[in-house]
């Protein structure tokens, strides 16, 4: 049974389909690429999952359970979490305030920092996530930036997470550590939807690929079964050099 499935979602906006009849599929603990050129529907297809948007169209199903997602707050609670492209963080505050900002402590009116404070460190060593808690985060790279996004999402019990071209605003050294972090999150039992457009970044961290074209899926492909020629043809659906086809196509 798969951990996610999206099935026939279809989303319009003033007549343009930019979702139309999607079928998706993620397995428990798998990288898998979301592929596709602008404009091709991947972030919509994944607002959708988030809750963000309501399809027109289609079904969700988790863990072979069909589930109503209204907004980001019930897909957090289902365990879904999402890293915008562009960050959700509140530049003067610092990283801890924004991984705690919009929670309630339980059974008392305050947090406990210290209690807050263990927990975040030992969320930060379980997945090699080094951030900085106490330093604004208009003070932090982007890199430090976008660890604290995974960091919040984690400290909520995402178990599904969705990346938004993740790679787009960091440079070719925290990429390859970016990367790590990934692994890292998938050998701890995380699954991961990776919204991306950079072909060889896809072949060496992702499991599987999913090609998006003007709003359809056009086809699913294990990463080491393909290459960059295949999934740019694939993306703009014609050939780019000689050659075979190497996904199959409708």
Known sequence: MAYLEMRGITKGFQGVLANDKIDFCLEEGEIHALLGENGAGKTTLMNILYGLYQPDGGDIFLRGEKVNIQNPKDAINLGIGMVHQHFMLVSKMTMLQNIVLGLRPYGSPFFNKAKLRQDLEALCERYGLGVELDVPVNRLSVGIQQRGEIIKALYREAKLLVLDEPTAVLTP???????????????????????????????????????????????????????????????????????KWLCPMP
């Open 173 to 243: 050294q925290e990429i390859l550590e970016f990367f790590d972090i990934m692994r890292a999150l998938k050998a701890k039992g995380c699954s991961i939807i990776l919204i991306s457009h950079k072909l060889q970044e896809i072949l060496d961290v992702a499991d599987r690929a999913t090609v998006l074209r003007d709003g359809k899926a056009i086809t699913t492909v294990k990463t080491k079964e393909t290459n960059e020629v295949a999934l740019s043809n694939a993306m703009i659906g014609r050939m780019l050099q000689e050659g």
